[in-house]
């Protein structure tokens, strides 16, 4: 069976773009053939630096002949009406067949499709897919009226070895390409993909990019070891490098000793973001070595010497530039800087990061009462938090915020502990790093997070799909996760801190409010102005505005906030196959916010949900709801309050009131004393008088009072279970 | 090989006149990029065919160092190639011109790397890369997509060497007033003191009330000279001005963040007045000599 190559050479490729193009374009073509019933073997897409290619295996030479139906009119209907069926059908009266559908006859046409030669097929798609490709950031260019990532240089497209003719991008498609941009002379004559990777390879080109890294990182270990160092493993570098050579060369360069008292924070961060290259290690030590491993593109005459020499020089710069920072930096003292944040800007509507600070220290002092950590070490530690965001180095690596505040921290001589909560307060950054650990971070984290929540819900900004711009899932996750790894017991959105959190946030939007008023410069008026097209006018109007419709309708945005962490919670949970239903059963009784408290209460749910007992009480539970719903809908009367079970009642019917008598006082007693496990014991006890009760006991007995009393019995029965979760949402 | 600062301007000179281009001369005007240039700013737009090269000194009062950082300047020279519309073989004709100044790409690693130009000031923007050498950045390569906010029809190339930088590469120099300048002058002597100087000026000195008025006034002229009769040149170099006086107030700290967006808006919206003025002027406009 036939196979297609297929590769578009342009200019170079970002390289973060790479990938996630082979992928697409694999994902069109594939879609697009099978469209056109194109079946086939196999497909793989391939990316660098130059090129996106893709191989698809045993294609058919051509398209299956297809038949297809088509309805017409009645026999019989207007000439007008079956004139117009065949010309939209392309048949002749005499080509169509007659049917009966038990109502009437009327026409069917039969169309029969030839199917068409896999090469015209694809010469009329591809353009098609091209045109489609969606690259992050395109581009026009000369000669073309389409879009695409860099200028298109060649197409080569192949089936069955001979070249499917096409225009895309001002391109004509033929069947050569070119090898590397300097190690390779010529256009290169393909047929198929087998000749097709090897000529590549011949011309300095790997084609796959698994190859490529495997390469790089095959070579920097080696090189390494040799030197009895080991790499700081790097993936999301190492994807970008092997984006970034089409003939990965792995060489080693030297950092000079003056660097190597600076912190190995920025050495390595300058290396990475500036320049690309693998930091390596001394793993004897753990310690940063004065080495480091560059990936070039280029085979040089002289063994890459004077790459490296160049490397090393532009490092010495790059790294000079770092060292007078982190000296620059050190010459002020943390404190002195917190009255500089007042000149950056957190949020429009939100203040300045020094607003931001105060808020956080307050917070900060009071969790830190609740957990046990120490008061005065949090607030300090929350006052300095986010100082490091004016010095030179972190101006330069943003990604080192809290990282440089420690060392300022420490160089200034505050206390160790306050030091790393400076940097630990960011913690989590992500699924894989680690909660904060020392109570004092904990307070600081968790003060920094709740604060960032209640602000953006507090101006209505919330994640919405895909776009979560303040990374406030993050934030929202990073809390949960803290709480819950460190079993913190503290109500998140109830506790009178949280209380003063809200009124300190709203006064934060309140007074950037009035100073957008006040300000010369004021943007709000400048923007209304725009609309009216009066200043004078604009002004008037702002000023109208009510501050307490402002502070209504943020309370309005952050009652939100509830939802948004449960819901987090269940993403944070799934992944320890807790259910996400038994979240909500618990979590829709209202008054839980403590994090621990829930999560056990939902695990010993999950726990006796899973045996006979609870399996059983569960169905019990939504026959006796669906009864009571049933019976109050036709009756237009709630059945509620105490039942009282006359003495000549079933026996059945005693039981089960007696049961539940018995449990009712106890459940309250161990849910208050967060006993969950008994308390589902308990609930367990129900099971057999509630099965017994159904199977011997008839609800709607004729005697009203016996019905009445029945069914205020499954009435109670369902309270009942409503002190351990919200049993309806509980599916299943 | 260009052993000396002023033989790789005589260089890339003579390759880019090769080329077709016209070798322009610096514009008479404060800058902070060659971009600025009329001879690239307005020149992008429009149908009408262009080639030119030249140096350009650029200003950026921010990057002052007192002279005591080995490679950042508040005052270097930029050379700057327009080719419009791009051709096809434009990177092949860069890497020849690279050649030309004495790095040969067999004993070096070149590489082109994402890095997408935008100048907000200008409400330009376009898609290329830094080139690197040897891990160094020594150009800036860009297809240019819009400029003032309209589209470039048809697409420029610019490349702009950052020459200090290329020299000391070239002349494997670590200080930059240790440049070669010629075979008698190094460039610390020709510009030391400059340096220190202008960085006095722009971070202490620099009137910044002055500087505020300067701003307003040519902000008043340009749009004035845009109203009525256009006069799209001379307007253009208002626009230069008020760009080259918010650098100035920028460096001298006197402005917050929120101002910083309104006077970048500010220029912009000169810019784009003086980009559409341009457009419908004779020049502008294409205009066929011939038939």
């Known amino acids: 069976m036939p196979d297609l190559l297929l590769e578009l050479f342009s200019e170079e490729i970002p390289a973060r773009m790479q990938e996630a193009a082979a992928k697409d374009l694999e994902r069109l073509i594939v879609g697009a053939l099978s469209d056109r019933g194109l079946m086939f073997d196999g497909a793989k897409a391939f990316s660098g630096p130059r090129r996106l290619a893709l191989s698809v295996l045993g294609l058919p030479a051509k398209q299956p002949d297809v038949s297809e139906e088509k309805k017409g009119p009645r026999i019989g209907a207007p000439e007008k009406a079956i004139e117009g069926f065949l010309r939209s059908a392309g048949v002749t009266l005499d080509q169509c067949e007659k049917r009966n559908d038990g109502k009437g006859e009327f026409y069917v046409a039969v169309i029969a499709r030839k199917g068409r030669a896999t090469a015209d097929v694809l010469a009329e798609v591809l353009p098609d897919v091209f045109a489609k490709l969606p690259w992050p950031k395109s581009m026009r260019f000369p000669g073309s009226i389409v879009r695409w990532v860099r200028p298109l240089h060649s197409i080569l497209c192949t089936f069955d070895g001979e070249v499917v003719p096409f225009e895309f991008a001002g391109v004509k498609s033929g069947n050569t390409t070119l090898g590397h941009r300097f190690l390779s002379r010529g256009p290169i004559e393909v047929r198929r993909f087998e000749d097709y990777e090897e000529k590549l390879r011949k011309a300095h080109v790997i084609l796959d990019t698994a190859e490529r890294k495997e390469i790089i990182l095959h070579e920097v270990k080696q090189k390494a070891f040799a030197l009895g160092l080991e790499l700081i493993e790097d993936e999301g570098l190492l994807n970008e490098v092997a984006g970034l050579a089409e003939w990965p060369i792995v060489l080693i360069g030297r950092i000079e000793d003056q660097f190597m008292d600076v912190p190995p924070e920025i050495l390595q961060t300058s290396m990475r973001t500036h320049q690309k290259y693998f930091a390596l290690r001394d793993p004897k030590t753990g310690k940063l070595a004065n080495r480091f491993a560059l990936v070039s593109n280029m085979v040089a005459d002289d063994g890459g010497k004077e790459i490296v020499a160049g490397n090393e020089r532009v490092l010495r710069a790059r790294l000079s530039d770092a060292k007078f920072f982190w000296d620059q930096d050190r010459k002020r003292t943390l404190e002195s800087r917190v009255d500089d944040l007042k000149n950056i800007v957190f949020h429009a509507k939100l203040g300045t990061q020094y607003e931001r600070v105060e808020r956080i220290e307050a917070l900060a002092g009071e969790i830190a009462a609740k957990i046990g950590a120490d008061v005065e070490k949090s607030r300090r530690a929350a006052h300095l938090c986010k100082a490091d965001l004016t010095t030179g180095v972190v101006g330069e690596f943003p990604e080192l915020q809290g990282v440089m505040g420690r060392y300022y921290a420490l160089h200034d001589g505050e206390d160790a502990e306050v030091a790393d909560a400076i940097r630990d307060h960011y913690k989590p950054q992500g699924p894989g790093d680690v909660v904060p650990a020392s109570k004092v971070s904990i307070a600081v984290a968790l003060a920094d997070k709740l604060d960032q929540l209640v602000g953006f819900f507090g101006i209505d900004e919330k994640p919405t799909g895909s776009s979560d711009p303040y990374a406030i899932r993050r934030a929202a996750l990073g809390l949960i996760r803290t709480v819950l790894e460190r079993n913190l017991r503290i109500s998140i959105l109830r506790g009178e801190h949280a209380r003063s959190l809200y009124s300190r946030v709203a006064k934060s939007i309140q007074d950037v409010r009035n100073r957008a008023l006040l300000d010369p410069n004021r943007e709000l008026i400048r923007n209304v102005s725009d609309q009216v097209g009066s200043e004078r006018m604009a002004i008037a109007l702002t000023q109208q505005l009510d501050p307490d419709a402002t502070a209504t309708k943020f309370l309005n945005n952050v009652s939100g906030l509830g939802v948004f962490i449960a819901d987090r919670l269940k993403v944070a949970l799934r992944e320890k196959g807790t259910r996400h239903d038994l979240i909500d059963a618990v979590f829709s009784l209202g008054d839980e916010d403590d994090l621990v408290r829930l999560v056990a209460r939902v695990e010993a749910l999950q726990g006796f949900l899973k045996t006979e007992d609870g399996t059983n009480l569960l169905a019990g539970y939504k026959r006796a709801v669906n009864i009571v719903k049933a019976e109050e809908k036709k009756d237009g009367f709630e059945y509620a309050g105490l039942p009282e079970t006359p003495t000549n009642a079933p026996l059945e019917e005693h039981d089960l009131a007696t049961a539940l008598q018995k449990i009712d006082s106890d459940i309250g007693l161990l849910i208050n004393a967060e006993k969950f496990v008994e308390a589902m014991k308990l609930l367990a006890g129900l099971r057999k008088p509630v099965d017994a009760f159904f199977e011997k006991v008839r609800v709607n007995d004729e005697d009203k009072n016996i019905r009445a009393n029945r069914l205020m019995l499954l009435s109670r029965l369902r309270a009942t279970l409503h002190l351990v979760a919200d049993f309806s949402k509980i599916e299943g | ?291």
């Open chain 2, 1 to 291: 090989m260009a052993r000396t600062f002023q033989d790789l301007i005589l260089t890339l000179q003579n390759f880019w006149a090769k080329q077709g281009c016209l070798i322009l001369q610096p514009y008479d005007m404060e800058m902070g990029a060659g971009t600025f240039h009329p001879a690239t700013t307005l020149r992008a737009l429009g149908p009408r065919p262009w080639r030119a090269a030249y140096v350009q000194p650029s200003r950026r009062p921010k990057d002052g160092r007192y002279g005591e950082n080995p490679n950042r300047l508040q005052h270097y020279y930029q050379y700057q190639v327009i080719l419009k519309p791009a051709p096809a073989d434009v990177l092949d004709i860069y890497l020849e011109s690279i050649r030309a100044i004495g790095i040969d790409p067999a004993r070096h690693d070149i590489r082109f790397v994402e890095d997408d130009w935008e100048s907000p000031t200008l409400g330009a923007w376009g898609l290329g890369w830094e080139v690197w050498c040897d891990g160094m950045e020594i150009t800036q390569f860009t297809y240019f997509q819009q400029v003032g906010g309209i589209d470039c029809d048809p697409v420029s190339a610019e490349i702009t060497y950052g020459l200090e930088r290329l020299a000391m590469y070239v002349q494997g120099v670590e200080f930059v007033y240790d440049l070669a300048f010629n075979d008698k002058f190094r460039y610390g002597e020709v510009f030391h003191q400059s340096e220190v100087e202008f960085s006095t000026y722009d971070f202490e000195r620099a009137d910044t009330e002055l500087l505020k008025h300067h701003f307003e006034d040519a902000e008043k002229e340009c749009a004035a000279l845009l109203d009525g009769r256009k006069l799209a040149l001379p307007a253009y170099d208002q626009c230069i001005k008020a760009s080259h006086a918010f650098n100035l107030l920028d460096a001298r700290g006197v402005i917050s963040v929120t101002e910083r967006a309104s006077y970048i808006g500010r220029v912009r919206t000169l810019a784009k007045a003086c980009c559409e003025a341009w457009l419908a002027s004779p020049m502008g406009d294409y205009q066929p000599r011939f038939g």
